[in-house]
């Protein structure tokens, strides 16, 4: 994991405990991602807390925000499909850096100035996912498969993993949570390229019976790109 960081150290963010309360009524901007745009544009009322979703512009890139009231957003299932609903309405157009859930700027000032520190590795960024969508794959034992050695499970593993980053532009591996889970990985996959690596997965689930592939997508590229902004401003992690 290679991060390209732009670090603003902004002393109004270190606000004292006694004034949460009121920074609570302050309106602020939710942030969701940043595209390609020189303008300001509308994306309608799709926000959370039903808000107006809009861009505000910085040279050739854009932050793509609503209005809310600076507090802490609880990570729900409202809001989290919520949030992922403004990001796939904003991707079908546009390509996109995504946000971490729950990012909420102080005002339009701040962000610009975040956005105007971090400009070069945020166009570096938006190359890297430009014309590709994430796609994951989860290689999961079936439940009434015989018992499957250490060697064979590796094995098939290794034959997925290969057998997909071969149809896609960069691929990535996270934790295994499960006993019958082998596999757990995303690809950055062109989109012109979709049906090609669709069909190499119906491939290998033919040819592994014993396990069952989960498949799903198209996503925000999170685990290959993604913006984090705290105190001491703002952070771009990029997989390499």
């Not at 009121?22 to 020189?38: A, D, H, P």
């Not at 040279?59 to 403004?86: C, F, G, I």
């Not at 034959?159 to 960069?170: F, P, R, T, V």
Request: glycine fraction near 4%; include cysteine; hydrophobic fraction near 35%.
């Amino acid at each position: 994991m290679e991060k390209c960081e732009i670090l603003e150290h902004d002393s109004k963010n270190e606000i004292p405990n006694r004034e949460n309360r009121e920074l609570q009524k302050e309106e602020g901007k939710y942030f969701y991602c940043v595209m390609l745009c020189n303008e300001k544009k509308s994306f309608g009322k799709i926000g959370i807390n039903n808000g107006e979703v809009y861009t505000i512009p910085y040279k050739d890139v854009a932050a793509v925000v609503s209005d809310s009231p600076m507090k802490d957003y609880e990570l729900t299932e409202d809001n989290t499909q919520n949030h992922e609903k403004v990001i796939r309405q904003v991707m079908e157009e546009h390509t996109i850096v995504p946000a971490e859930f729950g990012t909420l700027i102080k005002n339009e000032t701040i962000l610009k100035r975040l956005l105007s520190k971090a400009y070069l590795p945020t166009r570096e960024c938006l190359k890297l996912v430009d014309n590709v969508i994430e796609l994951g794959v989860k290689a999961v034992l079936d439940k009434n498969a015989v018992v499957v050695d250490a060697k064979i499970r590796r094995e098939c593993a290794s034959d997925i993993l290969e057998s997909l980053k071969a149809q896609a532009k960069q691929a990535v591996t996270s934790d295994l949570f499960s006993e019958r889970l082998i596999l757990n990985a995303s690809f950055l996959v062109n989109k012109e390229s979709i049906d090609a690596f669709s069909n190499e997965v119906e491939r290998l689930q033919k040819k592994h019976s014993f396990i069952k592939l989960l498949y799903s997508g198209p996503w925000a590229p999170y685990n290959f790109v993604y913006i984090k902004i705290g105190a001491d401003g703002m952070k771009i992690t990029q997989n390499r």
